[in-house]
């Protein structure tokens, strides 16, 4: 069974605050590692998709980054909006035929005003 | 771009009941679509992979015969949960990929319905 865990599982700032989750996976057998948001009574929805080494990716005030040998990505969000506030779910692929991946926990944010 | 829709978004059923899902690919070709499932403070479980035209690979643990995938075209997967019982209550989420050629299939992006709640009485 593929151990996927993203810390905090919550978290809560204030409005203007940068923040940071972690997501931790094997370091074997490493395809890609997946970035979703998830607002409540939404779809999920597609951050990032990283695939190497020292990767950074950027989206807005949103950025990733990812060590495969050590296996952890981080998550940044640089002056937390409360439309930031949903759940951030990380998700590792391995070299399945199909791209099935496993999914953390995810990381509860919540922005307040 | 990439919209996939699930119906219904949440269904109260008798116990022995069957249920039907429905994960829809509105503006891609989807030749694989994921079933997951999700109980309450634990991650998304995938449940099983389904490809246009032949049957679904199920994951350790999930009863086959219980959670019946049909996939029948590139934009439309169902899950049937058979005889569903109180235990079945979860939400049941899918996912579409939008394959690219010569692409790996772990680096594509999966697209997700937003959920059914069942609620089995």
Same mark, same amino acid.
């Given at each position: ?50 695939? *190497? ?47 099935? *991946? ?12 | ?8 978004? /949440? ?25 997951? /499932? ?84």
């Amino acid at each position: 069974i593929l151990n996927v865990e993203q810390s905090p599982q919550s978290l809560h700032v204030q409005e203007g605050d940068s923040t940071n989750f972690t997501c931790s996976f094997p370091s074997s057998n490493f395809y890609a590692l997946h970035w979703y948001r998830w607002e409540t009574a939404k779809s999920p929805e597609a951050l990032f998709v990283m695939t *190497l080494n020292g990767d950074e990716k950027k989206k807005g005030r949103i950025s990733a980054t990812l060590n495969t040998k050590e296996g952890y990505s981080y998550l940044y969000i640089k002056g937390s909006q409360p439309e930031d506030s949903a759940t951030y779910l990380c998700a590792f692929g391995g070299g399945t035929s199909y791209g099935k *991946l496993t999914f953390g926990q995810g990381t509860i944010l919540t922005v307040h005003p | 771009g990439a919209v996939v829709s699930q119906h219904p978004s /949440r269904v109260i059923c008798k116990s022995g009941t069957s249920v039907k899902i429905e994960c829809r690919s509105l503006d891609f070709q989807a030749t694989t679509m994921f079933w997951y /499932r999700q109980f309450p403070k634990q991650s998304l479980m995938l449940m099983a992979t389904s490809n246009e035209g032949s049957k679904a690979t199920y994951e350790q643990g999930v009863e086959k015969d219980k959670f019946l995938i049909n996939h029948a075209s590139l934009t439309l997967s169902t899950l049937t949960v058979t005889s569903a019982h109180p235990e079945d209550s979860s939400f049941y989420i899918c996912s579409a990929r939008d394959p690219s050629p010569g692409g790996n299939a772990a680096q594509e992006t999966q697209y997700f319905g937003p959920g059914t709640r069942l609620l089995v009485l």
